[in-house]
């Protein structure tokens, strides 16, 4: 048994009439952890338990870290998360709550990520990278399995990219079932637009900051993987503005009554925001409703004012 669930897999009624065309959604959102990453994440860990590690460290202080924190307790391993001062209560509540320890270490995720790192002396402790392990893209690509398997005949997928691991599972799933022609469009926030600058610059380029709401989404750089498959598969880049974002989580919890964060919200807004145009060129997309536990509805309100003043 995997440690995630299988989720469901909709058709929106809402998304499809907007659309004018049929929207499936894979509610990544449901997983026990909250986001997708509990896929490739407990793919990672229960191989790191096979080979008999003894510890997991992270420095994730978002879904990953949360992801990690309940894979350990689902296998009897202790989980160490260490993250930044930035962190917010909720999320480090959340780890917490998975019984992880956390340790609040630095001004920013290059220092908390520096003393994880120094934990890993000791061969009994695995390091889990939030986005650039193959372990943890194979372990993604179940969704497009079950998708495929429901029967839904979906020609194109929706997704949200940061570092770029959802990405490189998914087209490892679309490839693994014979769908490697379909397009995949890669939803990223302004100011967290790494893969869209990269593809532009056609090389991989590092971000002087991240400026963008979407926290989940603030990979400095995508891995090489990702940018790897920029260049070998149908990947459409599309970027979309903080508000757009924030507007379509607000209107998916109207929608569909679940709440998700910015980073998800940049999917969702290929077909709330604006005219369609992104979704012109595709009849039935799948979009990866990835989810996101950190954010709350106070927060979401907050940035929608603060993004509309
Ligand atoms: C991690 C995450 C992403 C981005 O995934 P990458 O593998 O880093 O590209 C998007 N949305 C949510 C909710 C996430 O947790």
Redesign the pocket.
């Known amino acids: 048994m995997p440690l995630h669930i299988q989720t469901p897999l909709l058709a929106s009624r809402a998304l499809s009439r907007l659309a004018g065309k049929p929207v499936w959604l894979k509610l990544?959102?449901l997983q026990p952890s909250?986001?997708?990453?509990l896929r490739?994440v407990g793919a990672a860990c229960e191989a790191h338990a096979r080979n008999g590690k003894t510890r997991l460290v992270s420095s994730s202080g978002?879904?990953?870290g949360i992801?990690v924190a309940y894979a350990g307790r689902q296998l009897g391993i202790p989980v160490t998360v260490v993250v930044p001062e930035t962190t917010t209560a909720r999320a480090k509540a959340l780890i917490e709550q998975e019984d992880a320890t956390v340790i609040v270490h630095g001004a920013s995720w290059m220092e908390a990520n520096a003393l994880a790192q120094s934990m890993l002396a000791d061969p009994a402790v695995a390091f889990v990278h939030?986005?650039d392990d193959p372990l943890?893209w194979t372990g993604?690509a179940s969704m497009i399995d079950e998708a495929v398997q429901a029967g839904v005949a979906f020609d194109s997928v929706i997704?949200?990219?940061?570092?770029?691991?959802?990405?490189?599972?998914v087209v490892e799933g679309l490839r693994r079932n014979a769908l490697a022609q379909l397009p995949v469009l890669a939803m990223e926030t302004v100011g967290a637009d790494s893969l869209a600058q990269a593809m532009r610059a056609g090389r991989r380029v590092e971000l002087d900051a991240i400026t963008s709401v979407?926290t989940?989404?603030g990979?400095k750089a995508?891995?090489e993987n990702?940018y790897e498959l920029s260049r070998t598969h149908d990947i459409r880049s599309v970027v979309v503005t903080d508000l757009e974002a924030v507007d379509a989580c607000e209107r998916f919890l109207a929608d569909h009554r679940i709440l998700?964060?910015p980073?998800?919200g940049?999917?969702l807004a290929a077909i709330y925001a604006r005219d369609q145009a992104m979704i012109a060129e595709v009849s039935a997309p799948l979009v990866i409703v990835?989810?996101?536990?950190t954010a709350d509805l106070p927060q979401i309100q907050a940035w929608r004012e603060r993004l509309s003043a």
Do not use: R
Request: net charge negative; hydrophobic share 45%; with cysteine.
């Open positions: 990544e959102a909250g986001s997708f990453k490739g978002g879904n990953a992801a939030p986005f943890m993604h997704l949200s990219v940061g570092g770029g691991g959802l990405l490189s599972g979407a989940s989404l990979a995508v891995c990702a998700v964060e980073a998800c940049a999917s990835c989810g996101g536990a």
